[in-house]
């Protein structure tokens, strides 16, 4: 996903109601989010559906980093080559 650009990629609303087509466009043509305020905050983020998807993926990737990195805090963890046993005995399965 790319960066939001300020002076684009916020917009009230009022505008987002009439303009739309063109807000989904946008995000379709530049994979920037956009997001949308209401009195002056942030109340909501539209985003391409395939950017998206990437972005689930990348979260849940770093969940597994970080519950790999918590196990092996607290002794959970097993050898290198104890866990290439075991992954090589289910592949031969």
């Known amino acids: 996903m790319k960066r939001l650009k300020i002076n684009e990629d916020i917009k009230p609303l009022s505008e987002f109601r009439i303009q739309i087509t063109s807000f989904i466009k946008q995000v379709h043509d530049t994979k920037r989010p956009l997001?949308?305020?209401q009195h002056g905050k942030g109340v909501a983020v539209l985003m391409d559906a395939k950017e998206y998807e990437i972005l689930?993926?990348?979260l849940e990737l770093?969940?597994?980093i970080q519950t790999s990195?918590?196990?092996?805090?607290?002794g959970q963890g097993i050898e290198h080559?104890?866990?290439?046993?075991?992954l090589l005995k289910r592949i031969s399965k």
């Not at 990195?69 to 607290?74: A, E, S, T, V």
């Not at 080559?81 to 075991?86: E, F, K, Q, S």
């Open 35 to 37: 997001v949308i305020t």
């Open 62 to 64: 770093f969940e597994d």
């Open 69 to 74: 990195l918590n196990q092996l805090g607290n």
């Open 81 to 86: 080559d104890n866990a290439r046993t075991i």
């Open 56 to 58: 689930q993926e990348k």
